[in-house]
């Protein structure tokens, strides 16, 4: 039996990858003018990234309980084993709450077999860790091997991001006020990466190209089996900085494949639009 994979909408996977990968998607939730929207389903990123451009901050909450209880009854009636590929408890309480109504789903079912997995990553750094994990579903591997990849994948996944303004992630608590200061000042763009599920910023640099070079030089650093593997690339509503983002990787790295995906609008809401995002392996698994 087909093991099913779940994820939420914050790893920034399209929804066409969800219908045609037979992946179940858990939307979180995106707020504009008291307007209540679900994320990937009833609103898209540019609706975000015009909105914040209009001076409007928009707000995001985790998924519904009622949501992840209807999934996981209809699953336990079922008897279908499953896989919760969840956003970083770090960065939101959509991990916490899963794993609260299936302690309550399995009061009534205690057979149901579905494990959540909390990446400690976000955006396409948990797309990524999704997008394995379906395929291996698709293949009919034992729930047991995709577990240990998606667990071994998100351990292993370096997220390293540029942002036009650290404001909008301060203004929603995802780094700290005193790391926004510079945010817009004198073209100085900030890099950030992800450690132990929170964003922290690592280094500032004057001037985008600059940035993208610093980028391509921590990935050097960081990055072990360049070749063997899918290197992701998010932006928010700047695919032109994408491309060529994506362009600097293939000369240097050679990659499997460069996976871009656009930045959702739960994860956008918080970026602001003009973000660049990289995502890739420091260690490849062993098959």
Known sequence: MEVKILADSACDLPKSFYEENNVTLIPLKVHINDEEFEDVKTIDPKTVYDAIRNGIVPKTSQASPLAFEEIFTEMAEKNEDGI????????????????????????????????????????????????????????????????????????????????EDLDYLAKGGRVSKASAFLGGLLNIKPILNVEDGKLVPIEKIRGKKKVFRRIIEIMSERGNGMKEQVIGISHADNEAGALEMKALIEEAFHPKEVYISSIGSAVGSHTGAGTISIFFLNKIPNR
Do not use: W
């Not at 408890?89 to 009534?108: C, P």
């Not at 205690?110 to 990553?121: A, E, G, R, S, Y």
């Open 84 to 163: 919760y590929i969840a956003f970083s408890s770090a960065l939101s309480g959509t991990y916490s709450t899963a794993v609260m109504i299936l302690d309550q789903v399995k009061e009534k079912y205690p057979n149901f077999n579905l494990t959540i997995v909390d990446t400690k990553c976000a955006s396409l750094g948990s797309g990524l860790v999704v997008m394995e994990a379906a395929r291996l579903a698709a293949n009919n591997v034992a729930k047991e091997e995709i577990l240990k990849d998606v667990r071994f994948r998100s351990g292993h996944m370096e997220h390293l991001f540029t942002v």
